[in-house]
């Protein structure tokens, strides 16, 4: 029988030296980052860097299958291991039949974060508790499994979901919107979400959006609200709405990247940093592009082929930056890694960035980009590489301005 508690992933390095560990102590691992670098989302404390989980049950783009659900719950517990405790989501997750699934699956790797992790081997501990008749050891192990529950209580309760709802056109009224997010409280298994998200603006139903945000937050179904896809000036209209209705709009949800950084980004992320909002970026790696994976004779399957097909052939100067910058001996990881130098790009500009996760070696990746953060000059030179590369990833439909 093995017991493990749950502590942050050490940190390897093969430049720093090793110092043998006591037997119970072997598993102790340095966290990824402290706790005094969580973020602030209006009063919600966040991991500087959240996972995206579009690609749970997306079978049209992501290929989504059933049978990744066992190492879905792999990524999410891996992720929270390492402090992550924020995970972006959406009622409309989901493709046909499952539609919905990823609000399901987060609810169900919710509820099963009660495996307990410091690998010691339960049979060996109390052969010496009945060799030696050592009541302190008793103590101990005792101390040690009612601390690990408490951390896995502790670690549920941390976790913040960030939810968008759709503008569907049947959604006309704020009852319609409240009800829709009770729908996901379902599927999420929770009393009350983390953040509630406007998935993207729409004139016509404009005002029973804004509506069905202020009576959630007031009915206290969720604990924040925020938007997505939202522009600067549509943003300031909703801040101002929802301001006189005594409901803070805490985070703006953007596609923002070293590929999509423009004018447009640009004048977003300062009119957010004016009124206390924070930017939560997706697509941080550009749909994958910006992981130095791919390139024109090997693309993705599927329509994401077709649109690198397009970008890919103008953004050699920007993924040979990120190529020379990820070879720099960064303290957290020791691999040559794009994606890790591009994730880092987005934090250290300030926004909260969510690559999507489906695969345990993609969150070990993507938890490279964390605990350090590129200088001035890198962040120039990067910028500038992005200047020069002739394409940009394509604007988001649901965007408005």
């Not at 192990?141 to 503008?167: E, H, M, P, S």
């Not at 953040?195 to 969720?222: N, P």
């Not at 924070?278 to 599927?302: D, E, H, W």
């Not at 040979?320 to 994730?343: F, S, T, W």
Request: proline share 5%; aromatic share 10%; charged share 20%.
């Amino acid at each position: 029988m093995a017991l493990s508690i749950l502590y942050p992933a050490q940190i390897s390095s093969s430049r720093s030296s090793i110092v043998p560990s006591p037997p119970l102590l072997k598993n102790l691992k340095l966290p990824r980052f402290w706790p005094w670098q969580k973020v602030k989302v209006g009063s919600l404390s966040v991991s500087p860097m959240g996972f995206g989980t579009w690609a749970w049950g997306n079978e049209f783009l992501w290929g989504y299958e059933e049978s990744m659900d066992g190492e879905l719950q792999q990524v999410f517990n891996l992720a929270v291991e390492n402090g992550i405790n924020l995970f972006d989501t959406a009622d409309s997750y989901g493709t046909g039949r499952l539609n919905g699934q990823s609000e399901k699956l987060l609810g169900n790797f919710i509820q099963g974060l009660v495996e307990l992790s410091f690998e010691f081997k339960m049979e060996d501990v109390c052969l010496g508790i009945t060799k030696r008749r050592n009541d302190f050891a008793v103590l101990l192990i005792r101390y040690l499994i009612a601390c690990t529950w408490q951390g896995n209580k502790q670690a549920r309760d941390n976790i913040v979901i960030a939810t968008k709802f759709a503008a569907y056109p049947w959604r006309l009224t704020p009852n319609q919107f409240v009800e829709a997010r009770r729908s996901s409280l379902d599927r999420i298994q929770l009393d009350q979400i983390g953040i509630g998200q406007l998935h993207w603006s729409t004139a016509l139903q404009e005002r029973a959006l804004w509506d069905g945000l202020v009576a959630m937050y007031d009915k206290g179904l969720v604990r924040a609200v925020g938007v997505s896809n939202y522009g600067p000036k549509q943003l300031l209209k909703i801040y101002d709405y929802l301001e006189a209705r005594g409901v803070p709009l805490v985070s703006a949800q953007v596609q923002f990247s070293l590929l999509s950084m423009g004018e447009d980004q640009l004048e977003m992320k300062s009119t957010c940093d004016a009124l206390g909002i924070r930017v939560i970026a997706y697509s941080p790696l550009g749909l994958g592009m910006l992981t130095g994976k791919y390139n024109t004779s090997n693309l993705p399957t599927g329509p994401r082929g077709f649109l690198f097909q397009q970008i890919l052939p103008g953004l050699e100067p920007l993924l040979n930056r990120l190529h020379k910058q990820g070879e720099k001996p960064y303290p957290r990881y020791d691999q040559d890694m794009n994606l890790q130098v591009a994730i880092n790009w987005c934090i250290t500009k300030g926004t909260i960035p969510i690559p999507g996760v489906k695969t345990i070696k993609q969150t070990e990746e993507n938890l490279g980009a964390l605990g350090w953060k590129l200088s001035s000059d890198e962040m120039q030179q990067l910028e500038s590489a992005a200047l020069e590369s002739p394409r940009k990833m394509v604007e988001n439909i649901f965007q408005t301005r």
